[in-house]
């Protein structure tokens, strides 16, 4: 009696890079950061992106529209407080996304950039999306914020799992930055800068704007650094305190080296 044989039918093993098991696995985690860090870098130069406008500040800052929904619900949410803000930054990005495409170069030579959430982030976006300019977004996955920022430019808009790789991406290209309202994040941000910029790890000129003197004056003494000798006097002058989108435009602009 003739018997046939059946033969098992082997899959053909998935290569390495393709296999998502492996790419989301502990052992593959040097792979991802390399990820975060080649994938932005090829982006911003695929879109002629060196130079950015980086602005800090609240997820919870209110958009105008928001804002008698919040205070039928409770017109003492201390988030109305930040409504000045989201509209103060709307303005300052779209002023200097103007400037930025009136300069005499052949890309836009600076591009507001956030980190795409809501809030002062959404605010920042919008003003350079409404003066026509690029701006980017640097997003990060967290468990309690969903939103979709829907004035970044596509190309230049990312998902960051690390933190770390996400704020490398912040100082690398920075060349100014603009600091709102913030809370335990807006604040991480503000003094790691500060603390690159004290330790010479950044040397360029990074023209700093503290936004809210009310906010800033009662959230910290720093001239109480001074006086305890936790920092030097001089370095008082690493940032400077406005009030006004006029004032902060006029520093930050007469600080900037434009290279056309």
């Known amino acids: 009696m003739n018997r046939t044989t059946k033969k098992t039918v082997f899959k053909k093993p998935e290569k390495a890079y393709k296999n998502l098991d492996f790419l989301n696995s502990r052992d593959a985690r040097a792979l991802r950061i390399l990820a975060e860090y080649l994938h932005p870098k090829a982006q911003f130069l ?130 100014a930055l603009i600091i709102m309202p913030g809370g335990f994040g807006t604040l991480d941000e503000l003094f790691e800068i500060l603390t690159l910029i004290q330790t010479k790890k950044i040397k360029r000129t990074l023209p700093i704007v503290l936004f809210g003197k009310e906010f800033w004056n009662k959230l910290i003494n720093f001239e109480t650094l001074v006086e305890f000798g936790t920092i030097s006097p001089e370095d008082l002058n690493l940032f400077h305190l406005s009030d006004q989108v006029e004032d902060a435009f006029q520093f930050i602009t007469s600080n900037l080296k434009v290279e056309t």
């Open 46 to 175: 695929s879109q002629g992106l060196q130079n950015t406008i980086v602005v800090f500040g609240s997820a919870r800052a209110p958009a105008p529209e928001d804002i008698e929904q919040i205070k039928a619900a409770n017109p003492k949410d201390p988030r109305l407080k930040l409504t000045s803000y989201y509209e103060q930054t709307v303005e300052l990005t779209n002023q200097l996304t103007q400037w930025s495409l009136g300069l005499d170069a052949k890309e836009q030579p600076f591009v507001v950039c956030t980190g795409a959430g809501p809030g002062v982030m959404m605010a920042a976006n919008r003003g350079a999306y409404e003066a026509g300019g690029k701006n980017a977004g640097l997003g990060i996955s967290l468990p309690k914020e969903s939103v979709v920022n829907p004035y970044v430019t596509p190309e230049l808009h990312f998902e960051f799992h690390y933190f770390f790789t996400r704020k490398f991406w912040f100082s690398y290209f920075a060349k």
